[in-house]
């Protein structure tokens, strides 16, 4: 079974610039979540789906971060302009609905470096 | 304000020796889990504890869940250079996983 895919792996782009990154949960797994991982800091969470719906953007950090998850399965979180405050690591997770308080499985992350 | 607060931050020892890592709030949770972190990966869950003084063991690691459901902790015997890694304790709030800020362990051959 597949786990937790993300794309790209890395990303540098420059103040100002947009960037999308891709997250394919688990097959089945209707939960999706979004942290970010900043230097120095610890892993925050930024927003839950529950399938296609918005659970709990309460993370994000300003509506320059738009998050969509149109049809319940891959996800996307598009960082448009972005900052030099942007930078970090950003985690993808799932699990099942009903494990909430067990086990999310991670990603590997996406490195994005604003210059 | 930090909510899970991990104690040391950093711990280099030599192989062989013990160590215990601890990880405390002021507020409770409905379970607290344990994840470790590689270079370039995400974190993946080594345990999860749910009941006020709950043991649970993993070869050499031993973790532990205070009474009142606030703190816990993970105790490695003798310590391998493969338990080399980043653990982050994290607790269950409102649907959502709250992490802090990790122990960045490193084992010395």
């Known amino acids: 079974e597949a786990g937790v895919t993300q794309f790209p792996s890395h990303s540098v782009i420059e103040k100002g610039q947009t960037v999308t990154l891709r997250c394919d949960p688990i097959s089945g797994h209707d939960n999706l979540y979004w942290y970010r991982r900043v230097m120095g800091k610890e892993i925050k969470f930024l927003l839950h789906?529950?399938?296609?719906?918005?659970?709990?953007e309460s993370g994000m950090p300003n509506n320059r971060f738009l998050a969509e998850r149109t049809g319940g399965t891959y996800s996307t979180l598009k960082v448009q302009p972005a900052e030099l405050e942007d930078s970090g690591v950003y985690f993808c997770?799932?699990?099942?609905?009903?494990?909430?308080?067990?086990?999310?499985?991670f990603g590997q992350g996406t490195r994005l470096t604003v210059v | 304000t930090q909510l899970l607060e991990q104690s040391p931050q950093f711990l280099s020892i030599q192989e062989g020796e013990n160590l215990t890592v601890y990880c405390n709030s002021s507020?409770?949770?409905?379970?607290l889990q344990w994840y470790r972190q590689e270079p370039g990966e995400g974190p993946v869950l080594l345990v999860t504890?749910?009941?006020?003084?709950e043991v649970k063991k993993l070869k050499r690691l031993t973790f532990q869940f205070g009474d009142a459901r606030k703190d816990s902790s993970l105790h490695i015997t003798a310590a391998q250079p493969g338990d080399t890694g980043l653990y982050l304790c994290?607790?269950?709030?409102?649907?959502?996983?709250?992490f802090g800020k990790g122990t960045r362990l490193h084992i010395l051959p």
């Open positions: 789906f529950v399938k296609e719906s918005k659970q709990d």
């Open positions: 504890v749910v009941t006020g003084g």
């Open positions: 507020s409770v949770f409905s379970s």
């Open positions: 997770a799932s699990n099942p609905l009903g494990r909430e308080d067990t086990e999310a499985f």
């Open positions: 994290a607790g269950s709030r409102q649907d959502k996983i709250i």
